[in-house]
């Protein structure tokens, strides 16, 4: 009889086959010479494995922490099965999460070989490349003939991209990448990789740029069986069973509600009213604007030594490694978020990393550096994901589990969490929060009204123009994002009310004797979970 570790052992197995570049992965043992292998064989396998193990799971009764290991179990392997059925490689050519492209010149490159053998196994995935291209071409010429097709504007971006990325060897992010072996590394490079983008980027402009499908029709809902896979991919990014209309009026309540504290403070920061003034005076005033990309990254590392000194009074759980901060690497500046958090390997021998965005640093805003370095190093990302890696006595994949709802939700809670703790300097900093608070309500609009409602792109930027405080250089890089990465945006505040709901109800149960340092040790003290999960932990530790 099959016992719930060794399932879990084989759930982890599944999800290194299916994703081994998953930036959670990095430095398990047995992953690191590998690339997804993108062939609809290869994925029919996957698919047959995840299912008998979500069948195997469904047959054990347990108890205690077998519970909670079986609940990520099932949910990892119907996450799997989720993302296979949805065919996102046949028409997704440019997303840093999802495309080729992201895999191989954002993901790989992240990597830090130590040892001989992390560098063979890198030198392994380089010759790999080839193949891996290979077959995302031919998902592509798949899905054109079933007429998935790619959204004509993300295929020239992609061209452009790869243009770019072939004129100018001495900027590639894979030759940044430090080895002893410097030299075979250079050689598969210019013999082995660099043609094989080449031939890539032939296909993109030969046989797909001129079928991608038009903005005014960018949603799944406009390809076949596209609203059936847009609602599994909000049920597995979220792990709730939200359907897509509630998810859009949630995000509309949130929007009308974040009204009344924009005119609160904003009227103490501004001297105006109302919350469409305050928005107003957030975009325009060239006085909020960073001055330059070193100020930007002095900033996010102030903040975030400032929570760190202070998070022992309300986490009894800590990392014990701390978060470095550095700039997002120049050539990836253009196409990456505002910021991001890259996990340090599971052994240790490197602390995560927060990427401060510099690119048009002279048009980013400095109220939002705050929330946003609580939200992705401490006590967010950095914090959950630290102490995820450093759990004892588990399944590992409790240690490796990707959970958006909980990971994002959780991030989304550390910045709210942060004005309660008193760690905003001031109310332009609190404005800053607001602001995240909103782009996340409106990414519950957007990304419905996109996949579901069929909204033109343009519809979506307008939208996050007039609700979101955001550069445009952001709504724009955001709402491709949104367009190429279905429902992941849907993550953030799907998890982040449910984590609030959670910690009310364990407010409730407890009376005077809620402690809020040990809900917090509660929530982290588990592993990633998917938010059913999070609730049984939660329940079990209130009686």
């Known amino acids: 009889m099959t016992t719930v570790r060794e399932l879990a052992d084989d759930a982890l197995e599944l999800i290194a086959a299916a994703d081994p570049l998953n930036e959670l992965l990095q430095g398990l043992p047995g992953t690191g010479d590998r690339l997804n292998d993108l062939s609809e064989a290869a994925e029919r396998s996957i698919r047959d494995r995840a299912c008998r193990i979500v069948e195997t799971a469904r047959r054990i009764e347990a ?17 799997v099965i989720t993302r296979i059925d949805a065919r996102l490689v046949e028409h997704t050519v440019h997303d840093i999460e999802v495309s080729p492209l992201g895999k191989l010149l954002d993901l790989l490159p992240s990597t830090r070989p130590s040892g001989a053998q992390q560098e063979q196994d890198f030198l392994a995935r380089l010759a790999a490349i080839p193949q891996f291209l290979a077959d995302a071409a031919d998902r592509l010429r ?32 894979l030759h940044q990448v430090p080895l002893e072996a410097a030299a075979e590394r250079d050689r598969l490079l210019a013999e082995v990789v660099r043609p094989a983008f080449a031939a890539y980027r032939d296909v993109l402009r030969t046989e797909v740029q001129d079928h991608g499908r038009p903005d005014e029709r960018a949603g799944l809902c406009w390809l076949p069986d596209g609203a059936a896979t847009y609602a599994a991919l909000a049920r597995m990014h979220t792990t709730t069973d939200r ?18 504290e924009y005119a609160e403070i904003g009227s103490r920061v501004f001297g105006v009213s109302t919350a469409a003034e305050v928005q107003h005076r957030m975009r325009t005033d060239p006085a909020l604007l960073w001055s330059n990309g070193p100020e930007l990254l002095d900033a996010a590392r102030t903040a975030i030594e400032r929570a760190e000194r202070a998070a022992p009074e309300w986490f009894g759980r800590l990392p014990a490694l701390r978060c470095q901060v550095e700039p997002v690497p120049a050539d990836r500046g253009p196409n990456a978020s ?25 048009q980013r805003p400095r109220f939002l550096a705050e929330a946003t370095a609580f939200h992705e190093a401490v006590p967010g990302h950095h914090v959950q994901i630290t102490l995820a890696q450093e759990l004892t006595g ?45 782009m996340r309500a409106a990414r519950l609009v957007v990304d419905t009204g996109l996949h579901a409602f069929g909204w033109p792109r343009q519809q979506a930027v ?13 709504i724009q890089s955001e709402v491709d994002r949104y367009l190429e990465a279905p429902g992941q945006a849907l993550s953030y505040m799907v998890g982040r009310l449910e ?9 409730e149960a407890l009376g005077a004797a809620f402690d809020l340092r040990e809900f917090h040790d509660v929530v982290l003290g588990s592993g990633t979970l998917p938010l059913p999960v999070l609730d049984l932990v939660v329940a079990d530790w209130t009686g």
Not at 338 to 358: E, K, M, Q, V
């Open 243 to 260: 359907t897509p209309e509630e998810l859009h009026r949630t995000g509309l309540e949130l929007i009308a509600e974040l009204a009344e």
């Open 63 to 79: 108890t205690g922490e077998d519970r909670i290991t079986l609940g990520v179990v099932v949910q990892q392997a119907e996450s």
């Open 394 to 438: 588990v399944p590992k994949i409790r240690q490796f589990a990707w959970v958006n709802s909980y990971m994002e939700g959780w991030g989304l809670y550390a910045e709210r969490f942060a004005d309660e703790a008193g760690w905003y300097t001031d109310d332009v900093a609190r404005l800053g929060m607001l602001a995240m608070d909103s």
């Open 499 to 507: 984590i609030q709901r959670l910690r009310e109800r364990a407010r």
């Open 462 to 474: 307008e939208y996050l123009r007039a609700n979101a405080v955001m550069p445009e250089v952001e």
């Open 142 to 173: 798949t899905g054109l003939a079933a007429g998935r097709v790619p959204i004509a504007r993300r295929v020239r971006a992609a061209v452009a991209y790869l243009d770019a990325h072939l004129a100018a060897p001495e900027a590639d992010p």
């Open 338 to 362: 505002a910021a991001y958090y890259l996990p340090g390997p599971i052994d240790g021998s490197r602390p995560g990393t927060y990427y401060a965005n510099t690119h048009l640093a002279e």
